[in-house]
């Protein structure tokens, strides 16, 4: 069964860092494109970062230059470096995965992670 497994939130003052990760159970890991996405109360859930392979990456406009997406397909993992956080970072982040559109919109998503809590305090 297929299964993404995110850990690595938590809380954190503002200019401070996280780094989440996400693991994959997911067969012909290395052919998904993987993303983040995350959902603050009251808020759709929006799109963060997805990777394909190195170096085609994508960015949201409110995180480029701060948080920084890879992956490690002889781990099936994905990890999602956030620095310079701030308290408008806060939300539950997803880790996503989608074999044909690209992992940047959330409608076309195959398999989401059960999400994990950043909480930035400023």
């Known amino acids: 069964q297929e299964q993404l497994v995110e850990s690595g939130g938590g809380s954190v003052q503002a200019v401070g860092s996280l780094r989440l990760t996400c693991t994959a159970s997911?067969?012909?890991?290395?052919?998904?494109?993987l993303g983040w996405f995350r959902q603050a109360p009251g808020k759709e859930r929006e799109f963060v970062a997805a990777?394909?392979?190195?170096?085609?990456?994508s960015y949201a406009d409110s995180v480029k230059g701060r948080f920084t997406i890879s992956r490690d397909n002889a781990k099936n993992t994905v990890y999602l470096q956030m620095d310079n956080l701030k308290p408008e970072d806060t939300a539950v982040y997803y880790c996503?995965?989608?074999?044909?559109?690209?992992?940047?919109?959330?409608?076309?998503?195959?398999?989401w992670g059960q999400g994990t809590q950043v909480t930035v305090s400023s």
């Open positions: 990777i394909v392979w190195s170096p085609r990456l």
């Open positions: 997911i067969q012909y890991f290395s052919s998904y494109a």
């Open positions: 996503a995965a989608d074999e044909t559109h690209g992992a940047r919109r959330a409608t076309m998503i195959e398999y």
